[in-house]
């Protein structure tokens, strides 16, 4: 069984950065896509990024020139990177992956910005 967890996560003033790691453990095979989504309080889950396991990246435009998603399939472990932080960053960061037709998901690690 794929399992997807997430790290990372805090507290930071606007304008700081924060990197979030999502390590997939479970199997022997790269995973698929992955992704990042996000869900704040009252709000959908919504994409924040994505990245093939070929490097093709593609982000949300409330996020681009700000975050950066990587990924070492060595490790089948995906990055984000996210700097000038603003409040409105302020959710649940959710780890997402697919693996022969399968969804995955993490816990969700979150991420609170200060103002």
């Known amino acids: 069984q794929v399992q997807l967890v997430e790290s990372g996560g805090d507290l930071v003033q606007a304008g700081g950065s924060l990197r979030l790691s999502c390590a997939a453990s479970?199997?022997?095979?790269?995973?698929?896509?992955m992704a990042w989504y996000r869900q704040a309080p009252g709000k959908q889950r919504e994409l924040v990024a994505s990245?093939?396991?070929?490097?093709?990246?593609n982000y949300a435009n409330s996020v681009k020139g700000r975050f950066t998603i990587s990924r070492v399939n060595a490790k089948n472990t995906v990055y984000l990177q996210m700097n000038s932080l603003k409040s409105e960053d302020t959710a649940v960061y959710y780890c997402y992956g697919t693996l022969f037709g399968v969804n995955y998901w993490g816990q969700g690690t979150q991420v609170t910005v200060s103002s």
């Open positions: 990245i093939t396991r070929g490097g093709t990246t």
């Open positions: 479970g199997t022997i095979f790269v995973i698929n896509d």
